[in-house]
């Protein structure tokens, strides 16, 4: 089992910055891959970023030029953090940490990100 906690998320302004966080902790032994996604109210869920265990990372086309995925491990812990550029109100989500191994998919709770124009 792999338990997902996400947080930072929460209002800015267009242009800002802002910092997620997921904590992945139980077997992350088992974890293949770890990333972000989102979902915008009325839309489907997207894939933000994410990383494998070869250090692969995958942007989208819309974070590639704006967010960064980071990812350390410490103590058994697996922890990774997307840090969002030039906030626009499009990114608008709530966004998700997701967790994979060779059979199971994990999900955090989300955190939600709200930009103002």
């Known amino acids: 089992q792999v338990q997902l906690v996400e947080s930072g998320g929460g209002l800015v302004q267009a242009g800002e910055s802002l910092r997620l966080s997921c904590t992945a902790s139980?077997?992350?032994?088992?974890?293949?891959?770890i990333g972000w996604y989102r979902q915008a109210p009325g839309k489907e869920r997207e894939q933000v970023a994410t990383?494998?265990?070869?250090?692969?990372?995958?942007?989208a086309d819309f974070a590639k030029d704006r967010f960064t995925l980071i990812r350390d491990t410490s103590n058994n812990a697996m922890y990774l953090s997307l840090e969002m550029n030039s906030l626009k109100p499009e990114d608008t989500a709530v966004y998700y940490c997701?967790?994979?191994?060779?059979?199971?998919?994990?999900w955090g709770q989300g955190t939600q990100v709200t930009v103002s124009s």
């Open positions: 997701r967790a994979w191994t060779g059979l199971t998919d994990y």
């Open positions: 139980g077997s992350t032994y088992s974890i293949y891959g």
């Open positions: 990383i494998d265990s070869g250090h692969i990372t995958s942007y």
